[in-house]
Structures are given as C-alpha cells and as structure tokens.
C-alpha cells in the first residue's frame, strides 16, 4: 500500500484529525459534521478545518498520539517512538463493552489543571466511576513502513 492509499476501498471518509496535544478541546472542536456536495463531490463541513485523513467510510474523530504510550497495553520499545493515529466513534460514548477501549480525557488525581487523551479498558474506567468517554476505539494505526511495498499482501494474522 502506498501512501495516501486506501486499499481496495471504493467509498472513502474524509475525517477531521486532532492532535493529542488539543487535549478535550481539539476533540470537541473538531468538525462533526462532514460531506461532499456538488456535482464534483467537494469536501464540506460544518466548521473550518485544517488537519485530515482518508480512511473507510465511518463518522468517527481521529486523534494523532506522538507515540503509544496512550494505550493501556504493552508495547514493544519500537512501537513507543512512533506516532499512531487512534480513531474514537463519538456516537458510542458510553461504555458499554467491559473488554473495549474508549478515548478519554485523564485528569490529574489531586483534581488540578492538567491530563491528556488516553485511550482505556471500558472496565477499567467503569471501576473508576466514569460513564461516559469521549467515543468508543474502533482503530489504532501505525504509520507504513516505506521499506514494505505491499504490507497487506503478507501472511500476517490481523485478528
């Protein structure tokens, strides 16, 4: 797959992306609403924009994380120095899946200014007392490897 490439997609989604340095604020103020209008098919959306990325059509919100350390698994050492890309449906923000993973914003115990995104177990934040989430994950990505020509051709188990 090359870059800028969906693979084997014929309809695509053009989403807003925040980075993880926005905090609450980047996910709340991104653009909810987005499409194409015209006979051109011209991306349009309900508030000016100007970070986005191409992916399978959903409704979701993507977030830039610097590296992995938002996500509540262990992760190889490689893994932590590169940035992913977490992709949160706002329409599922409560939690109801124990085992599923949800965006949200970690504040500081002693109730201070401060935090960050992170992405948690539904168990884990309802043994916390937390409701609701920011949206539900439905994908982590890393970026390509530019050295695999074609990364989805191999015998990987994507389970």
């Known amino acids: ?5 969906v693979a084997k997609v014929s309809i695509v989604v053009v ?3 925040c980075r993880e340095e926005e905090k609450e604020d980047g996910v709340l103020k991104t653009p909810s609403e987005c499409g ?3 006979d051109f098919g011209i991306m349009v959306s309900d508030k000016a924009w100007d970070r986005w990325v191409v992916l399978p059509r959903w409704e979701p919100v993507v977030v830039s994380f610097g590296d992995a350390r938002a996500l509540p698994w262990k992760v190889n050492r490689w893994y932590k ?3 992913i890309l977490v992709v949160a449906d706002r329409g599922r923000k409560e939690l109801t ?3 599923g993973f949800y965006l949200v914003m970690m504040r500081y115990d002693n109730g201070g200014a401060g935090g960050g995104l992170k992405v948690e177990r539904g168990s884990a934040l309802k043994d916390k007392g937390v409701k609701e989430s920011l949206g539900m994950v439905v994908l982590v990505v890393k970026p390509p490897k530019e050295e695999i020509e074609d990364q989805l051709s191999g015998d990987d188990d994507w389970e």
């Open 1 to 5: 797959m090359k870059t800028g490439e």
């Open 81 to 83: 120095e590169e940035p």
């Open 36 to 38: 194409s209008e015209g």
């Open 97 to 99: 899946v124990n085992d």
């Open 15 to 17: 989403l807003p992306i």
